[in-house]
């Protein structure tokens, strides 16, 4: 049995409005901008999301080198997020630090070190 299943798909960027309206333009569907501009999200016509979220100086991944790595997450819904947060540790994951907190989501890190979210609806 999984502890929750994929929400979201979160990017980091410059700005998220912009880059949700470039997505919207490729995949279809409707964007929804948060009060501040710092966060947007596509639903596609086929009803998944992309998010997209505004990072201060950012720096654009490089590919094919990991100079600067690509800067995304997954958000993982979850019914009860305390009950959640014991299994991902056992799994191996971190928990980690947030500078704002929000009653409905945490934020760890996988045993390698990519961030990853778990989020109630």
């Not at 086929?46 to 490089?62: I, L, M």
């Not at 014991?86 to 760890?108: H, N, Q």
Request: glycine share 8%.
């Amino acid at each position: 049995m999984a502890i929750g299943y994929l929400y979201d798909v979160v990017i980091d960027c410059p700005d998220p409005d912009a880059l949700a309206s470039f997505y919207r333009e490729l995949l279809g569907g409707t964007t929804v901008t948060d009060d501040d501009g710092s966060w947007s999200t596509l639903e596609t016509p086929n009803g998944k999301r992309v998010s997209f979220q505004r990072v201060e100086d950012y720096v654009a991944p490089r590919w094919p080198g990991q100079e600067c790595p690509q800067q995304i997450h997954f958000d993982v819904m979850v019914t009860d997020i305390d009950a959640s947060e014991p299994l991902v540790l056992e799994l191996g994951a971190t928990k980690l630090e947030m500078p704002r907190t929000s009653p409905g989501f945490r934020v760890y890190a996988d045993p390698v070190g990519h961030p990853f979210c778990l989020v109630t609806g």
